[in-house]
């Protein structure tokens, strides 16, 4: 799904004082029917990490932290059932995962007077029922899995969806015949930062000749697609040429302007694929 910058505003626009939650998500649906539910979860999540971006460090200073484990204390202690911290989270505006470590690093951190180590806490989170007080560990567990946006669950499901997504371009490049190299495979030969595959013959797509192809399985809009440009792309482009990022999601129209010097967008396989042969693969 390709959208202009100004659609792609539009929608924007309407996440501005919605929780991260599928409640949310579902009324976007009904608001913009005509865009796929992965491409407005797409949208929905990176906005809302700007947002979480910008306000990150309020929510972490010493005294929010000692106000919201009070709070969740108060809570807890009139009816430890509750989700407590799920509603806080929301009230103050912030990832229910986020609120979930801000609370289990204080509780950890009072019960044994050292702060806990980074592995500890994400131990914890994936797997609540290490958590040593099993009333938090049922809030914790409350946070991680009604947070569509941060968290253990999100980062598994980011990642199969990844995975799922690359393993769809292999096979369809093997479907075109199309001989190519991995990123494992280029890794084993000593690169140390690759695209998802190489083409050990060229091809052309679109009247732009394509050495490599980049799998993204999300919507690539300004940040992100900048990020990518600068982090990624213009380092295949340098090493390997002209190439093509998928973003199987969608993007924003404008931000493909760079197909002149080697980088061209689409939002799905390319059907033209031409060989040197000329010839349709």
Not at 1 to 24: D, F, G, H, N, W
Not at 43 to 59: D, L, M
Not at 264 to 279: E, N, Q, R
Request: charged letters at 20%; one cysteine or more.
């Amino acid at each position: 799904m390709i959208l202009t910058k100004a659609q792609y505003e539009e929608i924007a626009q309407c996440l501005v004082s919605v929780p991260p939650t599928r409640q949310s998500l579902r009324k976007l649906k009904q608001r913009f029917p005509s865009q796929s539910q992965a491409t407005l979860l797409s949208i929905f999540s990176q906005e809302y990490q700007k947002h979480i971006k910008r306000t990150h460090a309020k929510h972490h200073t010493p005294e929010a932290i000692e106000s919201y484990y009070q709070r969740y204390l108060n809570g807890v202690g009139k009816n430890g059932a509750a989700p407590v911290l799920l509603e806080l989270a929301n009230e103050v505006d912030y990832a229910p995962s986020l609120m979930a470590r801000i609370i289990l690093e204080r509780f950890l951190q009072g019960r044994e007077q050292t702060p806990p180590s980074k592995s500890v806490i994400n131990n914890m989170l994936r797997d609540p029922s290490q958590i040593p007080d099993g009333v938090l560990a049922n809030q914790v567990y409350q946070c991680i899995v009604n947070d569509c946006c941060y968290g253990p669950l999100v980062d598994c499901i980011k990642h199969a969806i990844g995975y799922e997504h690359e393993v769809l371009l292999r096979d369809l490049l093997l479907k075109k015949n199309l001989s190519f190299l991995d990123e494992d495979q280029l890794r084993a030969k000593g690169y140390d930062k690759t695209p998802d595959f190489i083409l050990q013959v060229p091809v052309a797509v679109e009247g732009h000749i394509i050495h490599w192809i980049e799998s993204k399985a999300s919507f690539g809009d300004e940040c992100s697609h900048h990020a990518y440009l600068h982090g990624q792309f213009w380092s295949y482009w340098n090493r390997f040429g002209p190439g093509l990022v998928i973003y199987w999601y969608g993007f924003i129209q404008e931000l493909d302007c760079n197909r002149e010097r080697g980088i061209l967008l689409k939002a799905c396989f390319p059907t033209d694929i031409v060989t040197l042969c000329h010839s349709t693969a």
